[in-house]
Structure formats: structure tokens, C-alpha cells
């Protein structure tokens, strides 16, 4: 190596570290700039104009009306929540039963297997599921439950619930894994079945990583977007029944942008909508990430 | 007197209960996969051949191929490849080299959750705000491959972490004790032994970028556009495009009267793309983890 060639050694490692960091912190940057961008679009009409209360209490959203605008997204948060929950409803139960039985129960080959269909199954792109909502289970729901209309929230939550299900699975199996083998050992030689040692035992140790496994289950049908605009029914309204079609903040956002001109009041309100599926991720994910950091720590 | 008793044999009933139980519910959530799978197939199947990839859309969408789509969803992941591929590699090396435990790793770790949280709308939001109107770009494959690559950095970020932190911490103390700085450990040592970890990563990135639809909706990707069949350039970087994702919401909900096999064949190949990608991504790493040496 000539003199000149080794000083510049330091210089350039000098430069790749700068730049490994640039990238290293470009997370935070990214995650700040979408607060930002989305934030800037909608902030001429969040400060002058925007009426919060009507947007939060009012089911009456009639963004393109001659006479009389009016921008009540109450239909829409709950027809966010009614799905998310109801989806949850069918997704919690059979997500920790599998995640349990993949990692209590089942042969070790057996589990390979089932761990790549369930990393495949949420592999599948939300506007396929939202198809298969369109098509299948569509069907399905007008012939089993003789409902008038197959798109509504019962399919949008059958069709989150599948979507969601590979979270809870791959995050509560790790939370179970999680937990020493000293504890399985010392309930078996107590005499427990293993059913007791699962309910005893181990789910209270893996409490905090079950509810994150949960709660990011959440986070993705709360955020979810093609799957809920092609498989809801897209009626705004107040739900009474799981029959009934809903739609939600997303599927909003997705079904008006393209027609709302650029910057116009029903834009901004859109983008202000967005700011509101931002924070309630946002707090979602915060959450769910220090209750496993919870468990971590002890 | 060895006979059980009723207690011992109520809890042999309760555990053979509860293991049906657990199974049946395990296979109610993969039996749909397979399902799925076979019945979009069976649905598609009069239509699946090689012309239908490789001609285009015609008549207003309701017969022809998905050549304009398919060659646009090629553009946008490879693009938005090219852009998160180093980054993402990158930011896992600072995060698993060089920091330490310290209240910037945390904060770093917590907005790579946040970004993969975000929901896919949103992500389109701020694509439109900052790359279609803010940077003025406008709406072309640029600024949908850019959306989508912020969208996708989490898969890469995470997938290369678990295959450096593989790489065993005496490797890069012999490394440095012979003399080496951190970055030549790092190109010479450490990224040779999980570079097949990372490619996975990669692999999955692809998978996860095909599939997007809400991203590239309002920031590139346009309803119909006509390209020339059989040229792969026919894009330009500034150009608007087609997207498999996109079309196949196109088609099923916003044209009227498209035949059946059309759409379902339509969401065959995307589907078939993605998890082909995964299959692959899946394989690799069992492969890798037999190969494994220490």
C-alpha cells in the first residue's frame, strides 16, 4: 500500500461511518416526514375553518354537497373500530390457540410447516384478500346468513381477522418461546397436563408479549385499506348489526382522493384524516413495543 | 390399584378436548390458504397462458392480457429496490455494528416499528404531499417507487439485523485483532457470512412492494395507459404506469361487465408473483440454516 493510498484509509472510513449513520437514523427521519408532509397538506384548513367537534360527533359526511359541506367522520370512526373490533373478536381467540398449539403442541416437523403457510398467508396483498372478499366470501355470507347484501362488516372482519391472524401467531409464538423451559419443567413435575401448564403457567408469563401480539393485530386492521374498501359495502352510516355494510377511515381516504381536486377543503380534510390514522397507529405500536420492552426488562 | 382415577381420567379428557380443539382451530386458519389458492386457480384457469401475459389490456379493460400492468409493477419494485436495498442495509449495520444500547438506538428501533405501523394509506398521503407536489416530481413511477421503497425499508431494516447479529461476535474480534478498522470487519467479515440472510430479506422486499396497492394509487399508477407490447423499456422514469395491484382493484370494482376469468386471472399472477417470492425468500433460508456452521 503506497503513503498516500493510507492516508486516505482513515478519510474514507471517515465517510462510510457518516453515511451508515445517515442511513442508521433515517428511520426517525422518514417516520417525522410523514408526520410533516401529511400534516402540511391539511394545514391551511385544519387551522382556518376546520370544525372539530362536527368532525368527531357528526355522521353527516357530505363532502361534495352543493348547497351545505359537511365533514362528520363519526360513521367513519366507527365503522373503523366496528370492523377492527369485530375482527379482533374472531382473530384474538383462533390466533392464540394456534400460536399456542405451534409452540406447545405440535410435532417439530409439523411445525415448520405450518409456521411457512402462516408466513405465507401474510404474505398475501390486501387487494387479493379484498377480492376474495369481493368474490368468495360474498357469496358465502349471502347463502349462509341470507343476508341482503354480501359486502358488509361481517366480511371485512372475516377478511381483517385472516390478515391479521399471521401477527398474532408469529408474535404470541415468540412471547411463549419466550418463556424459560424451567418453568414447563417444574409444572410438568408437579403432575400438570399440559393444557394446565399452557393455562397456568405459561400464558400469565407470556401476558405482556400475548397483548402486544394483540395489539398489533389491531394496529393492521385499524391501517388496513383495500381489503375493507373492496369487502365493507361502503355505506356511511352507524351500524346495528354485523350485517350491515360500513366504511371506514381508509377506505375513505382511498375512494375520495382521487376525485377531491388538490387543495380544495374536502383534500385538506382527507389529509386530516390521515394525521388521525397516523397518531392512532402511532400510539398503537408505541404501546405495544413498551409493553414487550416490559418484559425485557425483567 | 394402579387403576386411574376419576379425576386423572376427567384431565386426560380435558387435555384430549382441548388438543382437538387447538388443532381444529390451527387448521381453520391455514385450510383458507389452500383454499384460496385452489379455488382462484380453478376459477382462472381458461384464461392462463402465456399470451394473457403478454398482451395488453383492450376493449376498456374487458379482454386482452395484463402486459401494461405486469411491466409496470416490474418498474415500480425494482425501482423502489434500488432505492431502499442500500439504505435498509445500511441502517441494520448501524443499528447492529456500531450503536450501543443507548437512547438513540432505542428511538431508531421505535421509528422502524412506527414505519411498518403506518398504514399503507397514509404512506400514499405522504408520497402525494412530498414527492408528487412538494419535490414536483408529479405522479410517475419515480414517485410511487419511492413511496413504496419507505414503505418497504422495515422488511429489509429488520430481515438484514437478524442475519448480521447471526454473524458470531468472534468473527470480528479475530477480525479486529488483527488489525482491521470496524468497516473493513464489516465488507470483509461480516456481510460475507450473512449475505445470503440479507438476500432473503431483499427477496421479501419484492414480494411485499408487488403487492401494494394504496401506495402507488395517487402517487403513480393510473388506470389505463397504453404501451407498446413486447418492448421491455416502454416506461420512462417520469412516465405515469400501470400496476398489477391496481388494476386488479380496477377491474373488479370500477369496470363494469369484465368476464369472471379475466379478474380472477388477474389476481392469479399477483398472487402468484408475491408468494412465489416468498416460497423462494422461505427456501432460501431453510437452506441457509442447514448450511450453517457454527
Redesign the interface.
Known amino acids: 500500500m503506497t503513503s498516500s493510498r493510507r492516508h486516505l ?1 482513515p478519510l ?2 471517515w465517510l ?2 457518516r ?10 427521519f ?2 417525522f ?2 408526520f410533516v ?2 400534516f ?2 391539511g394545514a391551511e384548513y385544519f387551522f382556518n375553518g376546520f370544525k372539530a367537534g362536527e368532525f368527531f360527533s357528526s355522521i353527516e359526511w357530505y363532502p361534495t354537497s352543493r348547497t351545505h359541506v359537511r365533514y362528520g367522520a363519526l360513521a367513519l370512526i366507527t365503522g373503523t373500530f366496528s370492523v377492527s373490533f369485530l375482527s379482533m373478536f374472531i382473530a384474538v ?3 392464540l ?2 400460536a ?3 409452540s406447545e ?2 410435532p417439530p416437523r409439523l411445525k ?1 410447516g ?1 409456521k ?6 401474510a ?6 384478500w ?3 372478499g ?3 366470501m360474498n357469496s358465502l355470507i349471502v347463502q349462509l346468513f341470507n343476508a341482503p347484501l354480501g359486502l358488509n362488516m361481517l366480511n371485512g372482519a372475516i377478511i381483517l381477522a ?1 390478515m391479521s ?1 399471521p401477527i398474532i ?1 408469529s408474535i404470541g409464538e415468540d412471547a411463549l418461546k419466550a418463556v424459560p423451559d424451567s418453568y414447563r419443567e417444574a409444572a410438568l413435575a408437579l403432575g400438570c ?4 401448564m399452557v393455562f397456568r403457567v405459561l400464558l400469565p408469563a407470556a401476558r405482556n408479549g400475548l397483548l402486544a401480539a394483540v395489539l ?1 393485530g389491531i ?2 386492521a ?5 381489503a375493507v374498501l ?1 369487502a365493507t359495502g361502503h355505506s356511511i352510516r352507524i351500524p346495528r348489526g354485523v350485517l350491515e355494510p360500513v366504511r371506514t377511515l ?1 377506505a375513505t ?2 375512494a375520495e ?2 376525485e377531491a381536486p ?1 387543495h380544495s377543503e374536502h383534500y385538506q380534510v ?2 386530516i384524516i ?1 394525521i388521525l ?2 397518531t392512532i ?2 400510539v ?3 404501546t ?2 413498551l409493553i414487550v420492552r416490559g418484559i425485557g426488562k425483567k | 390399584m394402579f387403576e386411574a382415577t376419576d379425576q386423572t381420567r376427567r384431565k386426560q379428557r380435558q387435555e384430549k378436548a382441548i388438543q382437538y380443539l387447538l388443532t381444529a382451530m390451527t387448521t381453520i386458519i391455514v385450510l383458507p390458504l389452500l383454499l384460496i389458492i385452489f379455488y382462484l386457480l380453478y376459477k382462472a384457469a381458461p384464461i392462463l397462458s402465456l399470451e394473457f401475459l403478454f398482451e395488453n389490456p383492450i376493449h376498456g379493460m374487458r379482454a386482452g392480457g395484463i402486459w401494461a400492468p405486469l411491466l409496470g409493477t416490474i418498474y415500480l419494485v425494482l425501482i423502489s429496490l434500488l432505492i431502499a436495498t442500500p439504505v435498509g442495509i445500511f441502517a441494520a449495520i448501524y443499528l447492529n455494528e456500531y450503536s450501543r444500547e443507548s437512547w438513540m438506538t432505542r428511538v431508531i428501533n421505535l421509528a422502524v416499528v412506527n414505519l411498518a405501523g403506518v398504514p399503507s394509506i397514509v404512506h400514499a398521503l405522504f408520497g402525494l404531499g412530498a414527492f408528487v407536489l412538494f419535490a414536483g416530481i408529479g405522479r410517475s413511477i419515480l414517485a410511487a417507487s419511492l413511496t413504496l421503497a419507505i414503505m418497504t425499508l422495515p422488511v429489509i431494516i429488520a430481515s438484514t439485523k437478524e442475519s448480521l447479529a447471526a454473524v458470531p461476535h468472534s468473527f470480528r474480534e479475530a477480525c479486529w485483532n488483527v488489525g482491521a478498522t470496524r468497516w473493513q470487519t464489516i465488507r470483509h467479515v461480516v456481510l460475507p457470512n450473512s449475505i445470503s440472510g440479507i438476500l432473503t430479506g431483499v427477496i421479501l422486499q419484492v414480494s411485499r412492494a408487488a403487492g401494494e396497492t394504496a401506495p402507488v394509487m395517487f402517487t403513480g399508477a393510473v388506470f389505463f395507459k397504453a404501451i407498446q407490447t413486447g418492448d421491455p423499456f416502454a416506461y420512462g422514469l417520469l412516465d405515469q404506469c400501470m400496476a398489477l395491484s391496481m388494476h386488479l382493484f380496477t377491474i373488479s370494482t370500477q369496470v363494469p361487465d369484465v368476464p369472471e376469468a379475466l379478474t380472477y386471472g388477474t389476481a392469479v399472477v399477483l398472487l402468484g408473483v408475491v408468494l412465489l417470492f416468498n416460497a423462494l425468500a422461505i427456501f432460501l433460508r431453510v437452506k441457509l440454516r442447514g448450511k450453517k456452521k457454527w
Open positions: 484509509e474514507k472510513e462510510i461511518e453515511f451508515i449513520w445517515l442511513c442508521g437514523v433515517s428511520a426517525i422518514f417516520v416526514a410523514i408532509f401529511v402540511r397538506e381467540p383462533f390466533g390457540g394456534a399456542v398449539f405451534i403442541f405440535c415448520e405450518l411457512i403457510v402462516i408466513e405465507l398467508l404474505a398475501i396483498p390486501s387487494v387479493v379484498g377480492f376474495i369481493l368474490t368468495i385472516l391472524v401467531v397436563t399440559r393444557w394446565q398489533l394496529g393492521r385499524v391501517g388496513e385499506t383495500m373492496m381508509t381516504i382511498a382522493l382521487g388538490v382527507l389529509f390521515g390514522l397516523f397507529t402511532f398503537i405500536n408505541i405495544a413495543d
